[in-house]
């Protein structure tokens, strides 16, 4: 599973409005680039290189799959669209917004274009003490010092004013009125990948589906009617298994845990491959299993439409999914929804994903948490 890259980000403004400036530039940032994780206070500083208005600066923490290369690009796109004109002059100038690129993760890049950590960032207390806020895990890997060794040695001591705190649009998103929440999907739906990005932006813990490899299944290709129910009780066991084990280690009152599978996933399935006789004897003791399982306090279901969902089967390349037909994952999808809508007491929400790609697409991954805020607040 990718996990995302963290980011630092610093902004500055000394034309016009200038905290409606910062305020433009962090919408703009958590809706094109990544997410916001944390937003340090912002601060007043005199022009750094050149005489003119005094800057607001912050400095910000996004959560992002792009690239440094595609950040830098979609950098340049905000401030112009926030009306910054980049002039020829080499010198510093007055400017509507100025974002620059100072981490991407611990990794240095050296490139004509862009330099990562930022060239100067140990020059400039602007950057500095607004980093300072943002209390990161992060070592300089040039310098090997963190912020406060950075700041204790940095030749600027020009002031920096604190102003006041600014807000993050994450914080409309009040997930801490779950413990426990479940993502679940079809095959190739992108559920592990949601709830891992979540787990990530939230601070969660996670209970992902292991996929270990199972005898039965080269079996079950080649003779599924003789091999269909031993298969789909070594599937239940193994979840069943997992799930006592990772949920054991946290205290579902306290904590917040993030899954992307829960053990009814196994009912679907075996309705699918197994006969009448066989799925009612499954059916009793897979009731007998579920009773022992906590209950999540929201269970997501995503749903995506079979096209999409087999252009992602072969996009990830897993051998034994390839010859995955449309009938089965319509087969799926109907198993869940049925099974979803027969559950009284499950506090549940459906989000048609069809036609979204919440991993290269920030806006659709916004839109998957502005469903779930929804949910929360009824």
Not at 154 to 168: F, G, K, M, V
Not at 339 to 367: A, C, H, M, P
Request: aromatic share 10%.
């Amino acid at each position: 599973m990718k996990s995302q890259h963290q980011v630092v980000l610093s902004l500055g403004s000394n034309q016009g409005n200038r905290l409606e400036n910062i305020e433009n530039c962090l919408q703009l940032i958590h809706q094109k680039i990544g997410t916001i994780i944390k937003i340090s206070k912002l601060y007043e500083t005199p022009s750094w290189g050149f005489d003119s208005d005094a800057f607001y600066n912050c400095a910000l923490v996004i959560h992002t799959l792009n690239s440094a290369d595609t950040i830098l690009s979609q950098i340049l796109k905000i401030e112009t669209q926030l009306g910054r004109v980049r002039g020829k002059a080499i010198e510093y100038q007055s400017r509507i917004i100025d974002i620059d690129l100072i981490t991407f993760d611990e990794v240095i890049i050296d490139e004509e274009n862009l330099q990562i950590p930022h060239p100067l960032m140990q020059n400039r207390r602007f950057v500095l003490l607004p980093m300072l806020d943002l209390n990161l895990d992060w070592v300089h890997p040039v310098f090997q010092k963190n912020i406060t060794e950075l700041l204790e040695i940095t030749p600027d001591q020009s002031s920096c004013d604190l102003i006041q705190n600014l807000e993050n649009p994450l914080d409309i998103i009040s997930l801490e009125h779950y413990n426990y929440i479940v993502f679940e999907g079809n095959i190739g739906a992108g559920k592990t990948t949601l709830a891992t990005r979540i787990a990530e932006d939230f601070i969660a813990k996670t209970v992902l589906e292991r996929f270990a490899d199972n005898p039965f299944l080269p079996k079950f290709y080649e003779n599924q009617s003789r091999y269909a129910f031993p298969l789909e009780m070594s599937f239940l066991a193994d979840r069943y298994k997992q799930l006592s084990d990772d949920l054991a280690q946290f205290d579902l009152f306290k904590e917040f845990i993030v899954a992307d599978y829960h053990i009814f996933k196994s009912l679907i399935f075996a309705k699918i491959t197994l006969t009448e006789d066989e799925c009612r004897l499954y059916r009793t003791l897979f009731d007998i299993i579920n009773r022992e399982m906590p209950k999540p306090d929201l269970y997501i279901y995503l749903y995506q439409n079979s096209e999409r969902l087999l252009q992602n089967i072969k996009k990830r390349g897993r051998s034994y999914e390839q010859e995955i037909q449309v009938n089965y994952l319509d087969k799926i999808n109907s198993g869940y929804l049925d099974y979803i809508k027969s559950q009284t007491e499950l506090n549940f929400l459906i989000i048609d994903v069809s036609g979204r790609d919440f991993v290269k697409n920030q806006e659709d991954y916004l839109y998957i948490l502005d469903e779930i805020q929804m949910k929360v607040g009824k």
